[in-house]
């Protein structure tokens, strides 16, 4: 693969008006009470109609050379713990997780990182293809881990993307890890040296709080230290802050504004995307119904074999018929 950094990216300005989505993470707490964003799925009911933060709305991305203007849907991939044996809700087995790059790969996707479709930047994908996103949320440790060597264990989630790359050299290992404290079960000087490598293999490091709260429940000053305190981990690290953040439990804090911005001196984070939870593939960055503060996702898990409602199978088979999207 020939990586594209960071310093390579378009530098677009992304505001925000946020949609909300339907499932939580692992946790119980509900999401906000909002109708999913596109056109192709039935609004859920809400007794409380959706309410809107007030700051100026994202500049549009423009095509250039470098950052052709895909169009269709972008599949943003939700996934969360890999397991063996038997899969809960939101698990998957790493056979299942194998079967899954198979069919990516096999469709023509090439996967792309969550701030590239913030940004509007799909320079990374062939012509022929269409860009998806993986992103895994709560940094457990079967999602990656890497020796005091730097060598990436083959059994992670990321180890198998890495696996595959070598057979397949034109999908690259590339995904977006949300990270909590003590991300993948590492403490101390390990948490640097795990994100380094991270940042080294070009993957991205998002947000996704300390702790993990329903922020709707904290004070303005909570959810800037939640959000702050992860930018501030990250950045001791050695390594870039955050620029993307995916909502604990898909639950807005009260002024959503402070998704955007906030903190100050080393806590201080600004935010270019903000993942939902559910439950659909996202507009391309080039489409007037794009948001990047309220970017939707597709759950993946091998729980009853992959065939939950509005899963991953679903929308593959929905969007192979559906050449228009």
């Known amino acids: 693969m020939s990586p594209v950094t960071r310093r390579q990216f378009l530098q677009l300005t992304a505001g925000a008006t946020v949609s909300a989505g339907l499932a939580g993470c692992t946790d119980t707490a509900a999401p906000d009470p909002a109708p999913v964003v596109a056109d192709h799925v039935a609004a859920r009911t809400s007794p409380h109609p959706p309410t809107r933060p007030t700051p100026s709305p994202p500049a549009a991305p423009s095509a250039t050379a470098t950052a052709p203007a895909f169009l269709g849907m972008v599949p943003v991939l939700m996934h969360h713990r890999l397991v063996d044996g038997e899969a809960g809700t939101y698990d998957m087995t790493p056979q299942f997780f194998r079967a899954e790059l198979e ?23 062939p012509a022929g293809k269409r860009p998806v996103v993986l992103t895994f949320d709560d940094s457990s440790p079967r ?7 730097g060598r990436v264990d083959p059994q992670s989630a990321l180890g198998i993307m890495l696996d595959f790359q070598r057979k397949h050299s034109d999908f690259p290992a590339v995904a977006s890890f949300y990270i909590n404290q003590n991300p993948f079960g590492y403490r101390g000087a390990d948490v640097a040296r795990a994100l380094r490598k991270l940042e080294e293999l070009d993957c991205e490091i998002g947000n996704h709080t300390l702790t993990h709260p329903n922020l709707r ?31 604990p439990l898909g639950v807005h804090p009260r002024r959503r504004s402070l998704l955007a ?65």
């Open 103 to 125: 069919r990516l790969y096999r469709e023509k996707y090439h996967p792309i990182r969550t701030i590239d479709l913030a940004r509007g930047n799909f320079s990374t994908v």
């Open 261 to 325: 911005q906030g903190g100050s001196g080393r806590t201080a984070y600004r935010n270019e995307g903000v993942l939902l939870v559910g439950a659909n593939p996202a507009p391309s960055s080039y489409r007037r119904d794009f948001d990047p503060m309220a970017i939707p996702r597709i759950r993946c898990s091998s729980h009853a074999g992959g065939k939950g409602e509005l899963e991953l199978a679903y929308w593959l088979d929905r969007l192979r018929r559906d050449t228009s999207r």
């Open 217 to 247: 429940s904290l004070s303005d000053a909570e959810v800037q230290a939640e959000l702050g305190g992860l930018s501030a981990l990250v950045a001791a690290a050695g390594v870039p802050p955050p620029r993307t953040l995916a909502l």
């Open 143 to 149: 999602q990656f881990a890497v020796d005091a060597r």
